[in-house]
């Protein structure tokens, strides 16, 4: 901290005090600054190491995906990427704000497409259509944000062709008995090109390179040397073909991604891109020929900056595979757990490490989801029992929740700066809520309200992290998405769905519950005129509240729903009648005492003690039978008729009371 009167580099002014700029880089220097411009740092399989994460063009991202090629229902498998590369890209738009533009493809040219298809007698392109609403649906469901562009190889044959005529132009590709085949050997090494950057000892797998090529694949003889790949393929009969200046035929499985990525990206800059992710699967031959192709094509080192790749998947316990019988369906999985339950598990898990899809592990998210979900019931219930009476000074129990806060705030961003590391922000969360938990219950033990804002900026922030990671809706709401929807945060359904359940059911139960804690207390006691005066309280004094009438019609009653001020001015109305009504009656009662009060007076006394309003005596001379002579002023009274007459029924009412007191 700089003392007062210290110079330094701050400017000023003739008769300004000196104004010191704040210097916001420490010793790190450069360092610092890249952290801070570009805080993130993704695990690269081109370098196989956490690299910092920075784009070719300011704050925009292009990234490209492989999406499913389409020939039957999607699997766990499909969830592990797509779900896992749907969080980070949420991560990567509304929690670091970059600006991702995501490309996705749908394969529905394939050999194993075209084998299903003529299996089942149906046309290639039918099938493959019904498959990918069905995908869609299925990543819909589990809330997966549909990519920016989707784009399909059948879409695409011209620039295929286009693509693969530039790459044999390069001279890294040849013709052979109506197919073209990528040339690894005059690639590898020519102008600074590498071959397989992802999974070098992957090349001369046998195994990978067939499956690669696709089941209906012509003989390998066709290939000057086997470690080439097909860009084109020459159609059989019966198979879906397009006409080339090599034949009539098809795409390779690889050329697509290369074509509709680096057309897609053209389009938004110059062809190349800032991330391409995939499954694990895919490094070798698949991810290591698309980058080939479009290197060949373009001529260039470096067509991806970072290649993301999910890890596998294992089904309690032994890899997904067909032989095991233990593919598990989306839709099977949607019917054993919410897609909450499905992504809570996701999210306990890092994208890129080794998963397994199990009880264990489901246990967990269940454990994880419970926690949540009594945080959040807890806060919101002890924010609607604090009013603005309870105090909102915070002391040292709130300044250590709002400091515990804070630490979760930069663990949480530490976590999602160290590649996408969720499952270290969950735990930052979880440590979050136990705290907040333990505040609650000691204030809640000692008999005090809780400082509201303390806790109401913990439980938000909570679920700010959680619409970033998918688990909440758009709006206002606390905590999870509505109850009962699809339980995740899909960005146009559920909007403010809790929010409006809980704005129009809370005040209601508010009634509820209070209702039911006095006739709970009334029945413990045997009150059973307490539990009457409850029903009574419940219908006149809460319910208007609430904007509810509730009328009695013989035993039942019924309900109806009204404004609440219409209720509070009917109910201002009744009391004002009540109120004039008492009144009346008062007077009624005071008049009848007064009447009783002047039986007991004899006719001779009774206007020596009569007074005005002002207090005075009415009349100031009497005659011997105390008849008055003369008014308040001391006039002599002339007409005298009245005052004799009322003498007279005085006289009356004494001696009638005075008989029959005697009796
Ligand atoms: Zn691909």
Same mark, same amino acid.
């Given at each position: 901290m700089a003392t007062c009167g210290e110079a330094g580099e701050g400017c000023k002014k003739a008769g300004m005090p000196t104004w010191v700029p704040p210097r916001p880089l420490g010793e790190g220097g450069l360092t610092e600054m890249m952290d801070r411009m570009y805080p993130l740092k993704v695990f690269n399989s081109l370098t196989r190491t956490k690299t910092r994460f920075v784009p070719k063009d300011s704050n925009r991202v292009l990234w490209y995906m492989c999406g499913p090629t389409v020939y039957a229902p999607s699997h766990m498998g499909h969830a592990r990427t797509y779900l896992h590369f749907d969080i980070l890209r949420r991560v990567m738009t509304d929690f670091f704000g970059y600006d991702v533009s995501l490309c996705m493809n749908i394969t529905d040219i394939d050999d194993k497409i075209i084998t299903r298809a003529n299996e089942g007698g149906q046309n290639y392109r039918e099938l493959a259509a019904h498959f990918e609403e069905d995908y869609m649906q299925d990543m819909a469901l589990l809330g997966v944000r549909a990519p920016t562009v989707v784009t399909r190889v059948s879409e695409f044959i011209p620039e295929v062709v286009e693509y693969i005529q530039g790459i044999i132009d390069n001279g890294y590709a040849y013709e052979s008995n109506g197919s073209v085949y990528f040339n690894v050997q005059s690639f590898e090494g020519k102008k600074g090109h590498a071959y397989?950057? %992802? %999974?070098?000892? !992957?090349? !001369?797998?046998g195994e990978l390179m067939a499956e690669g090529e696709g089941a209906l694949s012509l003989g390998a003889g066709d290939k000057r040397s086997s470690g080439d790949f097909a860009l084109w393929k020459r159609s059989r009969e019966g198979e879906p073909s397009w006409p080339s200046p090599w034949g009539d035929g098809r795409p390779g499985w690889h050329i697509e991604c290369s074509v509709m990525a680096s057309a897609t990206f053209e389009g938004m800059g110059d062809g190349t891109m800032d991330i391409h992710s995939g499954g694990v699967d895919l490094k070798f031959p698949h991810h290591d020929n698309e980058m080939a192709q479009a290197e060949a094509k373009y001529d260039c080192c470096q067509w991806v900056n970072y290649f993301l790749h999910t890890g596998h998947l294992h089904i309690k316990g032994f890899k997904m595979s067909k032989s095991l019988k233990n593919f598990i369906t989306i839709k099977q999985a949607l019917q054993e757990n919410s897609p909450r339950q499905i992504r809570l598990l996701f999210l306990l898990h890092k994208y890129n490490t080794p998963m397994d899809y199990g009880d264990d592990a489901m246990s967990g998210a269940l454990a994880a989801e419970r926690t949540f979900s009594e945080f959040f019931h807890n806060v919101k219930a002890a924010l609607r029992r604090t009013t603005a009476r309870d105090p909102a000074r915070t002391k040292e129990p709130e300044l250590a929740l709002m400091s515990s806060l804070s630490d979760a705030k930069k663990e949480v961003k530490k976590c999602l700066c160290d590649d996408v590391d969720t499952p270290g922000a969950m735990g930052a969360l979880q440590e979050l809520v136990k705290n907040v938990n333990k505040y609650i219950e000691a204030k809640e033990r000692a008999g005090e309200p809780i400082v509201a804002d303390c806790v109401r900026g913990a439980a938000e922030y909570v679920t700010k992290i959680f619409k970033v990671f998918g688990l909440a809706s758009p709006g206002p709401a606390l905590g999870f998405s509505q109850v009962g929807d699809a339980g995740v945060g899909g960005d146009a359904s559920g909007e403010g769905g809790e929010a409006s359940r809980e704005a129009i059911l809370g005040p209601v139960l508010d009634v509820l519950s209070e209702f039911r804690d006095k006739v709970r207390g009334c029945g413990r006691a045997g009150d059973t005129k307490g539990v009457l005066a409850a029903c009574d309280h419940v219908r006149e004094e809460l319910l208007p509240g609430v904007g509810v009438r509730l009328e009695d019609k013989g035993d039942q009653a019924v309900w109806k729903l009204e404004d609440p001020a219409v209720l509070a001015r009917e109910r201002q109305q009744r009391e004002q009648e009540q109120l004039r009504r008492l009144e009346a009656k008062a007077e009624t009662k005071r008049k009848a005492a007064e009447k009783e009060a002047r039986k007991k007076i004899p006719a001779s006394e009774y206007f020596r003690g009569l007074k005005g309003e002002d207090g005075k005596a009415l009349y100031t001379q009497f005659d011997d039978n105390g008849v008055p002579t003369h008014d308040a002023a001391g006039e002599p009274i002339v007409k005298d008729k009245k005052v004799k007459k009322e003498w007279e029924a005085q006289n009356k009412l004494y001696n009638n009371a005075l008989a029959k007191a005697k009796k």
């Open positions: 397989a950057k %992802l %999974l070098p000892e !992957g090349v !001369g797998n």
